[in-house]
């Protein structure tokens, strides 16, 4: 079954950190872009980062720019998004996307294109 496994969320203080990671089941993540997106409670989903096949890193908001980092595993076929800083407002349910193939980071706000998504990872940043 083609799926995205995520691990990593739970209960973290303000200024703590936390690492999310995904980890790919039936296909090759390295062939694709990949996207991480969240959705906070009583908000729209929105697109925060995006690693390109060639290991290029888009940041599609300024809240989040500086203090969450994206990697990409080939060997171990996962990616992981590296989160400092954290405020109570980055609660949510994060969510990994594997975009189609020959699809770009520019192309990873829009749901049409993602070929596979991850279930969703509660962060709950709280004191």
């Known amino acids: 079954q083609l799926q995205l496994v995520e691990s990593g969320g739970g209960l973290v203080q303000p200024g703590g950190s936390l690492t999310l990671s995904c980890a790919a089941s039936?296909?090759?993540?390295?062939?694709?872009?990949i996207g991480w997106f969240r959705r906070a409670p009583g908000k729209e989903r929105e697109a925060l980062l995006c690693i390109s096949v060639r290991g290029e890193e888009t940041n599609y908001v300024d809240s989040v720019k500086g203090r969450f980092t994206f990697s990409r595993d080939t060997v171990k076929n996962t990616v992981s998004l590296q989160m400092n800083n954290l405020k109570p407002e980055d609660t949510a349910v994060y969510y990994c996307?594997?975009?189609?193939?020959?699809?770009?980071?520019?192309?990873?706000?829009?749901?049409?294109?993602?070929?596979?998504w991850g279930k969703g990872a509660l962060v709950t940043v709280s004191s």
């Open positions: 996307g594997a975009g189609i193939l020959d699809s770009t980071c520019h192309h990873l706000d829009s749901t049409n294109y993602i070929y596979v």
């Open positions: 039936g296909f090759t993540l390295d062939a694709r872009p």
